[in-house]
Nanobody
Framework: VQLQASGGGLVQAGGSLRLSCAAS????????MGWFRQAPGKEREFVAA????????YYADSVKGRFAISRDNAKNTVYLQMNSLKPEDTAVYYC????????????????WGQGTLVTVSS
């Protein structure tokens, strides 16, 4: 099982980025997919998650209205569209899979990918 995240980079405050995470090794169409982040010196925190069907989504309060999670089960890929970025969004972003979308806000997941760095300059 491998999760490959991409799309991170340096962006100015107010800008946008789109992260992608492709899963390989098996079909993950029945798994919830989500994003987490960890800023320097801070604990990992939940960002967003989506159920396997796409019918259920969760967002951290800090990103509601600015970030949008989506997925393409045919491609085993989850996306995170990040708009109106703020310097406090600077972190390493991780994608993950879970058998249950409801546990992801508690930083629970079955598979974790490597991170992609997002840096937002002021």
């Amino acid at each position: 099982v491998q999760l490959q995240a991409s799309g991170g980079g340096l962006v100015q405050a107010g800008g946008s980025l789109r992260l992608s995470c492709a899963a390989s090794g098996r079909s993950f169409s029945t798994y919830a997919m989500g994003w987490f982040r960890q800023a320097p010196g801070k604990e990992r925190e939940f960002v967003a998650a989506m159920s396997w069907s796409g019918a259920t989504t969760y967002y951290a309060d800090s990103v509601k209205g600015r970030f949008a999670i989506s997925r393409d089960n045919a491609k085993n890929t989850v996306y995170l569209q990040m708009n109106s970025l703020k310097p406090e969004d600077t972190a390493v972003y991780y994608c993950a899979l879970s058998r249950s979308v409801t546990t992801m806000p508690s930083i629970n997941a079955d598979y974790w990918g490597q991170g992609t760095l997002v840096t937002v300059s002021s």
